[in-house]
């Protein structure tokens, strides 16, 4: 009797896992970041001496100062948006699932790191354990690494409890009313197209994830339906966010393109590339663009610089005025409620 008393006041752990962000906007910092990250093997999938003459030679030393910059610009009071979003995720998320839960937050890269915030579900005798990547499209280079970091850590336990690795929720309905909503709370209409920009991959990562080597790449619109031989195809993940984007807002099929930013090196990466459809749009005479970027639950550098900075200065010089960025998810009460939910589901 005792034994099941026990049990019954054990709480299930939850480990929500965003990308990472720099401890602060320094260089220091930002290089520290910028080598933890672009060391994964998981990110720059080639060899390990050409990746580390590559990282620690020329990006980090060099990119630093200039990411350190940006980093400036788009710190708050509260730091990061990305981490202080993250937080107030994590608290929400706590307050309605109550006792029976233990609920963490972790980054990928720098901290609060995975090894610590496990530690604290470990030391909290949780009886098993939800991992919750907070990116709504499969990548290896992005929740595949947190599966990685999170089994490895996990492995060093003696006592291994029960894990439930979330793979993906690219259409979940829930997500997909939210990004719609903030949408027309900018009065989408209005504008001349519509742009959904997810972050970009190296195409020989999509080849890698195609385990019958029959599929991916070997046709034009291999990514614009989901099935099940490309169910985890990041490209095709996206696309498919785009559809029920599209269907909830009512576009027409010459009102929006789907595009790829962030694009790191020479390699080709996932087309199109964003800024090519910024010249696209330009030249068909747009001067207003709206741009969702579903590949983010979290705004960030690559939502509130490359997009509302970056594009828009590209595009007011090819005659453009107006490049508007949709907000993302961030701590919204009903992106907290449906993090809670999706929780409960796999409880």
Same mark, same amino acid.
């Given at each position: 009797?005792?034994?099941?008393?026990?049990?019954?006041?054990?709480?299930?752990?939850?480990?929500?896992?965003?990308?990472?962000?720099?401890?602060?906007?320094?260089?220091?910092?930002?290089?520290?970041?910028?080598?933890?990250?672009?060391?994964?093997?998981?990110?720059?999938?080639?060899?390990?001496?050409?990746?580390?003459?590559?990282?620690?030679?020329?990006?980090?030393?060099?990119?630093?100062?200039?990411?350190?910059?940006?980093?400036?610009?788009?710190?708050?009071?509260?730091?990061?948006?990305?981490?202080?979003?993250?937080?107030?995720?994590?608290?929400?998320?706590r307050s309605i699932l109550g006792n029976e839960y233990h609920v963490e937050l972790a980054m990928r890269y720098q901290s609060p790191s995975i090894e610590a915030s496990l530690d604290k579900l470990r030391k909290a005798q949780v009886n098993r354990i939800i991992v919750?990547?907070?990116?709504?499209?499969?990548?290896?280079?992005?929740?595949?690494? &947190?599966?990685?970091? &999170?089994?490895?850590?996990?492995?060093?336990?003696?006592?291994?409890?029960?894990?439930?690795?979330?793979?993906?929720?690219?259409?979940?309905?829930?997500?997909i009313k939210i990004f719609a909503d903030e949408g027309r709370k900018m009065n989408y209409k209005e504008y001349d197209h519509i742009i959904f920009s997810y972050h970009g991959l190296p195409q020989r990562q999509m080849r890698k994830g195609d385990i019958t080597n029959?599929?991916?790449?070997?046709?034009?619109?291999?990514?614009?339906?989901?099935?099940?031989?490309?169910?985890?195809?990041?490209?095709?993940?996206?696309?498919?966010?785009?559809?029920?984007?599209?269907?909830?807002?009512?576009?027409?099929?010459?009102?929006?393109?789907?595009?790829?930013?962030?694009?790191?090196?020479?390699?080709?990466?996932?087309?199109?590339?964003?800024?090519?459809?910024?010249? &696209?749009?330009?030249?068909?005479?747009?001067?207003?663009?709206?741009?969702?970027?579903?590949?983010?639950?979290?705004?960030?550098?690559?939502?509130?610089?490359?997009?509302?900075?970056?594009?828009?200065?590209?595009?007011?010089?090819?005659?453009?005025?107006?490049?508007?960025?949709?907000?993302?998810?961030?701590?919204?009460?009903?992106?907290?409620?449906?993090?809670?939910?999706?929780?409960?589901?796999?409880?």
């Amino acid at each position: 009797m005792s034994h099941q008393t026990n049990m019954e006041k054990s709480k299930i752990g939850v480990l929500l896992v965003n990308l990472g962000t720099p401890d602060d906007p320094s260089r220091g910092a930002v290089y520290r970041y910028l080598k933890q990250f672009l060391l994964d093997p998981r990110v720059i999938d080639i060899n390990a001496i050409s990746r580390n003459l590559l990282v620690r030679g020329i990006i980090a030393p060099f990119r630093s100062g200039k990411s350190a910059a940006l980093y400036k610009k788009l710190w708050t009071d509260e730091g990061s948006p990305l981490k202080f979003n993250g937080y107030k995720l994590t608290e929400g998320v706590r307050s309605i699932l109550g006792n029976e839960y233990h609920v963490e937050l972790a980054m990928r890269y720098q901290s609060p790191s995975i090894e610590a915030s496990l530690d604290k579900l470990r030391k909290a005798q949780v009886n098993r354990i939800i991992v919750f990547p907070l990116f709504p499209h499969y990548a290896s280079a992005s929740t595949g690494s &947190v599966h990685e970091a &999170v089994m490895k850590e996990i492995s060093k336990w003696q006592i291994i409890p029960e894990i439930h690795l979330i793979n993906s929720f690219p259409t979940r309905p829930e997500m997909i009313k939210i990004f719609a909503d903030e949408g027309r709370k900018m009065n989408y209409k209005e504008y001349d197209h519509i742009i959904f920009s997810y972050h970009g991959l190296p195409q020989r990562q999509m080849r890698k994830g195609d385990i019958t080597n029959s599929h991916c790449q070997r046709k034009v619109d291999c990514c614009k339906e989901l099935t099940t031989i490309n169910q985890f195809c990041y490209s095709a993940q996206c696309y498919a966010t785009t559809k029920a984007l599209v269907e909830e807002l009512g576009l027409k099929e010459n009102q929006y393109t789907t595009c790829f930013q962030s694009r790191l090196g020479r390699d080709p990466w996932i087309q199109p590339y964003t800024s090519d459809i910024l010249k &696209v749009r330009a030249d068909a005479g747009d001067k207003k663009l709206l741009v969702f970027c579903p590949a983010f639950v979290s705004d960030c550098l690559e939502t509130i610089i490359e997009v509302s900075e970056e594009y828009y200065e590209e595009f007011h010089e090819m005659g453009g005025e107006k490049v508007d960025l949709v907000s993302s998810l961030n701590n919204k009460p009903e992106w907290i409620e449906t993090v809670a939910t999706m929780i409960k589901e796999l409880s």
